[in-house]
């Protein structure tokens, strides 16, 4: 048995893996964690790591017509003739998941003095020089270059320059 991708329906990952498992097929459905910014403020989101692709592991000559047929799935990658997915990929992929599929980034690691870049907000664009971590907070202190003053941002709203 083999491991495939197979493309989804959009938003369509979850019940397709969920329809597949029932089946008796193993899935993988990787998730990520991010934050994104909505409303003014970021906001802890899970979302899928790949949109519209899950994978499962299955005979092809067996399960290949069940699969394709199964609600949720547009195809399975490669169509007539499908391409399995090397082990190592799946295996890369499963080591940074925890119990619930979700794969939690590493966010940059700054040191004090780097050349930094805010990304978005209001002083999107800018440059400064990383200070310091909050504590607990996800945010980060910078000195803004072109204001000469201290600013406490989210980290991920900067990138290193």
């Known amino acids: 048995m083999n491991w495939y991708a197979i493309y989804t329906k959009p938003s369509c990952e979850d019940s397709t893996t969920q329809l597949l498992r029932n089946a008796g097929i193993e899935i993988l459905n990787p998730k990520i964690r991010i934050k994104k910014y909505q409303r003014g403020k970021y906001l802890a989101v899970v979302e899928p790591l790949f949109k519209n ?31 399995a997915v090397p082990i190592e990929i799946i295996r890369a992929i499963s080591e940074h998941m925890d119990d619930r599929s979700i794969i939690n980034p590493v966010p940059d690691a700054f040191s ?32 803004l270059e072109a204001l000469g003053s201290r600013l406490e941002i989210e980290d991920i709203s900067v990138r290193k320059a």
């Open 112 to 143: 004090k003095g780097d050349r930094v870049l805010v990304k978005e907000g209001p002083f999107a664009n800018f440059y400064g020089i990383f200070e310091r971590e909050v504590p607990g907070r996800d945010r980060i202190v910078i000195l």
């Open 53 to 83: 692709y899950i994978f499962a592991r299955f005979d092809n000559n067996r399960h290949n017509q069940m699969i394709r047929f199964t609600r949720g799935v547009k195809y399975i990658v490669g169509k007539e003739n499908p391409v």
